[in-house]
């Protein structure tokens, strides 16, 4: 998953797109350390547990949940698990064209 997240980052660079992360991991230090092995450039946030206040609010069930929210904050799409690589770039670059011709 890393490797596609990365991809998307470098790949949007510049355009209306934003990639947060939500890590549940028991050891801070371990994420931290792991967070740069797989080179996470991008905002990460620790929730503690799966059953942390941020999976609690945004009623998360399984992991990975992805979540795609637009560009006026709109939650668009809702992933259990790992929707594939071509699905989630589709659903991105759309939203991401919809931003861009609004300005």
């Known amino acids: 998953m890393f490797p596609h997240e990365r991809s998307l980052v ?9 990639l947060i992360g939500i890590n549940s991991d028991k050891d801070k230090d371990k994420l931290k350390e792991s967070n740069e092995k797989e080179q996470i450039t991008w905002r990460s946030f620790w929730d503690e547990t799966t059953g942390g206040p ?3 609010k945004w009623n998360i069930r399984g992991w990975p949940t992805l979540y795609v929210v ?3 904050g709109v939650i668009r799409h809702k992933y259990v698990g790992s929707p594939g690589g071509e699905t989630i770039d589709k ?13």
């Open 70 to 72: 637009d560009a006026k």
């Open 10 to 18: 470098a790949r949007l660079e510049n355009k209306p797109f934003a």
């Open 91 to 103: 659903v991105i670059d759309a939203l991401v064209k919809e931003a861009e011709d609004k300005k």
């Open 54 to 56: 941020i999976a609690k």
